[in-house]
C-alpha cells in the first residue's frame, strides 16, 4: 500500500510538448511538495502546497504549473518542454510543514 | 539562506566497520533536521527525524546526533553491512512552521563485503 505515490515512473518526449505529472499520498498529510533532482542527483525543492494553498513557489519558470485538486494531490503541468528539464521529479508529503517528509519513487522525464 | 554540506561526497568502508557520516548546516534555527537514504533509481526513505529540542535519536544500527549550536548533525551507523550502500541526505529548514527543506548534496556510502 504505496504511501506516497506518482505516476507516470518514466517520460520520454520531445522538445515543445506538454506533459503531466500526477501524485496522491494516502497518508493524511497536510502538505504536498514537488522537487526536482538534476543530473547531478542535487535535490531542489519547487513548489510545496498547504491544504490545497500554494505556500511555497521557488524559482521555477511559469512553464510550470502545479495543481492541487484536494489535500491529497498534487499534479504537476509543464508546458513547451526543454531538453533541461530532463531530470527526476520527486513528490513528497508531509505533516504541515515542515514535519516529516515522505517521498515517491519520482518520475524520470527525458526531453530530446 | 540555509546551507547543507555534507563531507565527504563518497565513502568507502569495509563490512563490520561502525562509521559516521557528517552534516553541516548555516541556519541553526531550525525546526527539525531530517537523514534521507536513497538507493540507485529510487526515491529518498525517511531514516531519522531530530527534533529542534532533542540531541539525539535512534532506530536499530542508525544514531542521529544533532548539534544546533555548531550546526553540526551526525549518523553513526554501527556494524555496516553491504545492504547499507546508498547515498544518505541530510536536510534542513530554513525554519518557520511552513519552511522548506534545504538537502545536502549526500554522500554515497558503499559497504564492501
Known amino acids: 500500500d504505496t504511501a506516497v505515490s506518482q505516476t507516470p515512473k518514466y517520460l520520454v518526449t520531445q522538445m515543445g510538448n506538454d506533459k503531466s505529472i500526477k501524485c496522491e499520498q494516502n497518508?493524511?498529510?497536510?502538505?504536498m511538495y514537488w522537487y526536482k533532482q538534476d543530473s547531478k542527483k542535487f535535490l531542489k525543492i519547487m513548489f510545496s502546497y498547504n491544504n490545497k494553498e500554494l505556500i511555497i513557489n521557488e524559482t521555477v519558470p511559469n512553464r510550470f504549473s502545479p495543481k492541487s485538486p484536494d489535500k491529497a494531490h498534487l499534479n504537476l503541468h509543464i508546458n513547451s518542454l526543454e531538453l533541461g528539464d530532463s531530470a527526476v521529479y520527486f513528490c513528497?508529503?508531509?505533516?504541515?510543514?515542515?514535519?516529516?517528509?515522505?517521498f515517491g519513487e519520482g518520475s524520470r522525464l527525458t526531453v530530446l | 539562506k540555509q546551507e547543507v554540506t555534507q563531507i565527504p561526497a563518497a565513502l568507502s568502508v569495509p563490512e563490520g566497520e561502525n562509521l559516521v557520516l557528517n552534516c553541516s548546516f548555516t541556519d541553526s534555527a531550525i525546526y527539525n533536521l531530517q537523514w534521507f537514504r536513497q538507493d540507485p533509481g529510487k526515491g529518498l526513505t525517511s531514516l531519522l527525524l531530530?527534533?529542534?529540542?532533542?540531541r539525539e535519536q535512534t532506530s536499530g544500527r542508525l544514531n542521529a546526533s544533532l548539534d544546533k549550536s555548531s550546526g553540526r548533525s551526525t549518523l553513526y551507523i554501527a556494524a555496516s553491512q553491504p545492504g547499507d550502500s546508498a547515498t544518505y541526505l541530510c536536510a534542513a529548514p530554513e525554519g518557520g512552521a511552513n519552511s522548506k527543506l534545504t538537502f545536502g548534496k549526500g554522500i554515497t556510502l558503499s559497504v564492501r563485503p
Open positions: 513528497a508529503s508531509s505533516q504541515q510543514g515542515p514535519g516529516e517528509l515522505f
Open positions: 531530530i527534533q529542534s529540542s532533542q
Open positions: 497518508l493524511g498529510h497536510d502538505t
